[in-house]
């Protein structure tokens, strides 16, 4: 069935970094963008970034942009977030998610992850 | 950047009610929106997209309309598994943006 599989969170000091991976299952990788969204304890969902399909564009949400960088690896169905100069406030459950849209970003995201945890702290 | 503000924030209701959720955009998505509904610890799931497309598996008592700033999500009759938070997400333009939420509870 079609299932996204995160991994890779913990417990990190301010100001190191992480690597946070996405594995998917099921579907066609390569034909689907991929959003990073994370929700801080208590709190809403924050959409954090997108990858298109191909790898060709990728967007961030102003607050972690320049710090985190979103890729992906369509020969191993993986997707990947690179977080730097983690901050407090990144500290969140990040989930992975696939765009509705096929070849797209948009119309949703239709399939998620179960969530990996981070949480920034000293 | 685009603000996506929803009311209420709480909304108290009863099985079989018939409720509605408003989500106002700071400026014209067109039909650039999406629902979800997330359930304590678990991933949001897509009911909407397209602003009234129904995605598939969700029940038909769901429903969304609205173009330009204003949407709405309704639910004809409440059932006790609806009872979880509401988003919307706008996908009109970069950065996508979710509005804060309206947890549905049972009164």
């Known amino acids: 069935q079609l299932q996204l599989v995160e991994s890779g969170g913990g417990v990190v000091q301010p100001g190191r970094s992480l690597r946070l991976s996405c594995a998917a299952s099921g579907f066609t990788f390569s034909n689907y963008g991929l959003h990073w969204v994370r929700q801080a304890p208590g709190k809403g969902l924050e959409w954090v970034a997108v990858i298109w399909y191909d790898g060709s564009n990728e967007n961030y949400a102003d607050s972690v942009k320049g710090r985190f960088t979103i890729s992906r690896d369509n020969s191993k169905n993986t997707l990947y977030l690179q977080m730097s100069s983690l901050r407090a406030e990144d500290t969140a459950v990040y989930y992975c998610?696939?765009?509705?849209?096929?070849?797209?970003?948009?119309?949703?995201?239709?399939?998620w992850g179960q969530g990996t945890t981070v949480t920034v702290s000293s | 950047d685009i603000q996506m503000t929803q009311s209420p924030s709480t909304l108290s209701a009863s099985v079989g009610d018939r409720v509605t959720i408003t989500c106002r955009a700071s400026?014209?998505?067109?039909?650039?929106l999406a629902w979800s509904q997330q359930k304590p610890g678990k991933a949001p799931n897509l009911l909407i997209y397209k602003a009234s497309r129904l995605e598939s598996e969700v029940p038909s008592r769901f429903s969304g309309s609205g173009s330009g700033t204003e949407f709405t999500l309704t639910i004809s009759s409440l059932q006790p598994d609806d009872f979880a938070t509401y988003y919307c997400?706008?996908?009109?333009?970069?950065?996508?943006?979710f509005g804060q939420g309206t947890k549905l509870e049972i009164k």
């Open positions: 998610a696939r765009a509705r849209a096929v070849a797209g970003a948009g119309d949703g995201m239709d399939v």
């Open positions: 400026q014209s998505i067109s039909i650039w």
């Open positions: 997400q706008q996908y009109d333009s970069y950065p996508y943006s």
